[in-house]
């Protein structure tokens, strides 16, 4: 079944940009539509970003505007998320989840498959 897996977090100072990756394993996205997400300390989890099966569409949160820049590679067989001017209160747990089978575009309004995260830090 298909599963995600999230790298590209970690420790990185304000100001700084990462790219986070989320790859499938066990099969392919196929035509899914992808969301990212992140839970900070004490906080509930939040939509980011998401993006149509070819990439054609994209949707951020309005907080994310400017800074975040969802993408896809089909061909890798990945979607990333690219965070520019990172800012201590990034700090979270990101994490990616797929759209149920068949659901190709946006809006996604549900997700079936997450990964497990990944932990950005961001320290003054």
């Known amino acids: 079944q298909l599963q995600l897996v999230e790298s590209g977090g970690g420790l990185v100072q304000a100001g700084y940009s990462l790219r986070l990756s989320c790859v499938a394993s066990?099969?392919?996205?196929?035509?899914?539509?992808v969301g990212w997400f992140r839970q900070a300390p004490e906080k509930e989890r939040i939509f980011l970003a998401a993006i149509s099966w070819t990439g054609g569409s994209t949707s951020y949160a309005d907080f994310v505007k400017g800074r975040f820049t969802i993408s896809r590679d089909n061909t890798k067989n990945t979607v990333y998320l690219q965070i520019n001017s990172l800012k201590p209160e990034d700090t979270a747990v990101y994490s990616c989840?797929?759209?149920?089978?068949?659901?190709?575009?946006?809006?996604?309004?549900?997700?079936?498959?997450w990964g497990q995260g990944t932990r950005v830090t961001v320290s003054s």
């Open positions: 066990g099969r392919t996205f196929g035509s899914r539509a």
């Open positions: 989840a797929a759209a149920p089978a068949g659901k190709s575009h946006l809006p996604i309004t549900e997700y079936d498959v």
